[in-house]
């Protein structure tokens, strides 16, 4: 892709591209699907989530990325911690 390419931009745009969105999505539903079968608790899918927001912004700091990029990658793992802690709110 180039600097023209409007998937490019796109991508830009909303913080994750595609498949990464897919990928982040994905391991949600698997964390959910694994703590409603007792296979993980919530206590062990949080800090699964929380180290991969470290990460993340160790990894950001680094190579001198934007860290709290609207609609990217630690917005959505914060969303995926809030979503486990509300479900131990529910049980």
């Given at each position: 892709?180039t600097d023209s390419d409007p998937k490019t931009h796109?991508?830009?745009?909303?913080?994750?591209?595609?498949?990464?969105?897919?990928?982040?999505?994905?391991?949600?539903?698997?964390?959910?699907?694994?703590?409603?079968?007792?296979?993980?608790?919530?206590?062990?899918?949080?800090?699964?989530?929380?180290?991969?927001?470290?990460?993340?912004?160790?990894?950001?700091?680094?190579?001198?990325?934007?860290?709290?990029?609207?609609?990217?990658?630690?917005?959505?793992?914060?969303?995926i911690l809030h979503t486990l802690q509300i479900d131990?709110?529910?049980?």
């Open positions: 892709m796109a991508s830009v745009t909303q913080g994750v591209e595609p498949h990464g969105r897919a990928a982040l999505l994905l391991v949600e539903s698997l964390l959910h699907s694994m703590i409603g079968r007792s296979i993980l608790d919530h206590h062990d899918a949080s800090e699964a989530v929380r180290c991969a927001i470290d990460v993340h912004l160790e990894h950001c700091l680094e190579n001198g990325l934007e860290v709290n990029e609207p609609g990217g990658t630690a917005m959505l793992l914060d969303q131990v709110g529910r049980s």
